[in-house]
């Protein structure tokens, strides 16, 4: 059953790291030479090097509606993480502070410090008038026939499936929520987003994930276990909070990040020169987003 859980939590970030540079981090352009691009050479491409890159985050909405970015790695209150690192540091240390010695290679603290190293060494090409989806489609599945749309309605199923999960598990713990009545809305309502991802992506096998995870009586279902393993998408919320998930508006936020085009997330920086950019963290985590029912 842990398995499952693993599959389930880390689909998403499995998902930002097919084909390349798509690990959730925000980035500091130092230069940019139209003329430099990567091995995706497309028309209207521009290639950003770094001077710095920022630790992953989430975006989250709270109950009355404000949306903070909230950090993979804080830290501790008495030892908290750096949020930037120059790309020159990272070019220079062996190993980042969130990642511990339990990690392996394949790991997501593993993987989120490899990508980073990447774009210190590499930055990335973008053209900046395509939309984030246009962006991504080509570089995160193993098929050439994987289209925009496709992926869009992939990570927006997949924001609203982990979102409506994490809420029923939570709901289950505080026993506000029957078994019957979670069986029946994943039946009626819940499996049509899984079925269509698995019907763009087949690899992962959502629904019957799903479906052999909650299994055929309430016993089968260990919610404590799931919240246990709630960490690994670095989400730190009580149960009481997460009981109030709103998978919808999650998803429709998802929708809304891939819909924008690329120049978006491409910040000037304040009272800098005009090679002094930043690119916006979302550009790389697509998956992120959970909004919160008001109580």
Known sequence: MLKLVRQLVLAGLTLSLLGGVVTPTLAQAATTDPDSSEATDLQGSVNYQ??????????????????????????????????????????????????TTDDIEGSPNYFTASQMTQLAKVGVSVDPDETLADYLAPRNFDNSSFTPKDLATYYTDYAYAYA???????????????????????????????????????????????????????????????????????????????????????????SDLLKQPVKNFIIQQKDSSDSNKTIDGEFYNQVSHLEFRPK
């Open 164 to 254: 409506w999960i994490y809420k029923v598990a939570a709901q289950t713990k505080l026993s506000t929520r029957s078994y019957s009545d979670i069986k029946r809305d994943l039946k009626d309502n819940v499996m049509f987003y899984l079925k269509e991802m698995d019907s763009v992506y087949p690899s992962i096998e959502m629904a019957d994930t799903v479906t052999q995870y909650f299994g055929k009586t309430a016993a089968d279902f260990d919610a404590q276990m799931f919240l246990n393993n709630i960490s690994f998408v670095h989400l730190t919320d009580p149960t009481e909070r997460l009981a109030r998930l709103d998978p919808q508006a999650s998803a429709d936020k998802e």
């Open 50 to 99: 770094f001077e710095s890159v920022q630790s992953p985050y989430n975006w989250i909405t709270d109950e009355q509606g404000q949306t903070t970015k909230v950090p993979w790695y804080p830290g501790t209150s008495a030892d908290p993480l750096p949020q930037s690192y120059s790309s020159a540091e990272i070019n220079t240390v062996k190993s980042f502070p969130f990642v």
